[in-house]
């Protein structure tokens, strides 16, 4: 996956760290690279996916390239902000990285540290990061395989592998053989695994990634419907059209009308309020 961050952040390795106080709501959005919010102080709700989360001090938040968070505050809150790619992650924590996951009283007692690390050119300070960065990531990793296993849902690293490289790259031309390649498994095994671990084909699979992906921009976004539907990962509109129709029973352009939100709505990438 290419470098994503926005264009006015420039880093060697893909990660930025700010400490940031949110002054007021924030509209629906969505990045294409991953985020954390962890939470210093304040109050107010963050909805994750239609699904909302109280903000509170300690609160740890993990955002991955799939998931679209409104922010809407009792006052000030003040947060430490990561934004990073995946290419510089080891593969073994990069692969449990599938899923949001909100870790709530979580400790981090280096965020003055990460910061001025950050904003110093001291030496070694990369490493420090990445290393300080990488704690959070096995507890992150840690709490989704916890999510996990109380739901039922154990996969194997191949499909772990599989469902992290799908979930980075869905909007492309993502093709069974490919993601077959990264798992070192013949085409045909590997099919048959995915749909055995995710009682859901490859393509299955893909397709519910792209429609929910499409679902979020329609609500969320003043896009068009046919830029939604490219920018989804369809090639075809036709096809998105019919796909969207038989999962959610109504066409994208109705489905926009009954559940979009004006008022949350964004059409160019925004940034925090920082003081």
């Known amino acids: 996956m290419r470098n994503t961050l926005p264009s006015f952040i420039t880093t060697k390795t ?7 106080i949110l002054k007021e709501d924030f509209p629906g959005h969505s990045h294409d690279y991953y985020e954390i919010e962890y939470i210093i102080s304040g109050k107010g709700y963050i909805n994750i996916n239609d699904v909302q ?31 990073f ?26 965020t003055e540290r990460i910061c001025d690390e950050y904003r110093k050119n001291k030496r070694f300070n990369q490493t420090i990061i990445e290393n300080m960065l990488t704690i959070m990531l096995v507890d ?28 980075l790259n869905f ?3 993502t093709t069974l053989n490919e993601v077959a390649k990264i798992t070192y498994l013949s085409p045909a095994y590997f099919s048959t695994t995915f749909k055995k671990s995710t009682n859901m084909s490859f393509l299955q699979y893909l397709t519910d990634l792209r429609l929910k992906y499409a679902r979020r921009l329609l609500i969320n976004t003043k896009m068009s419907i046919t830029d939604i539907c490219y920018n989804s990962g369809f090639s075809s509109f036709s096809n998105f059209s019919r796909l969207f129709k038989e999962k959610y029973k109504m066409t994208p352009k109705v489905y926009r009308k009954l559940y979009s939100n004006p008022t949350t709505q964004f059409q160019k990438p925004i940034d925090y309020k920082i003081e």
């Open 14 to 20: 893909g990660i930025v760290v700010t400490d940031r």
């Open 53 to 83: 989360y109280p903000i509170k001090e300690n609160t740890l938040f993990f955002f991955t390239p799939l998931d679209f968070e409104k922010i809407e505050i009792d006052g000030d809150v003040k947060l430490l902000n990561i934004s």
């Open 85 to 110: 790619c995946p290419e510089w992650i080891h593969e073994s924590i990069a692969t449990e990285l599938i899923s949001y996951t909100v870790i709530n009283d979580y400790i981090f007692p280096y």
């Open 140 to 167: 992150i990793s840690r709490n989704i395989r916890e999510k996990e296993i109380k739901q039922g849902n154990r996969y194997d690293k191949n499909i772990r592998k599989a469902i992290n490289y799908m979930h």
């Open 171 to 173: 909007k492309n031309n």
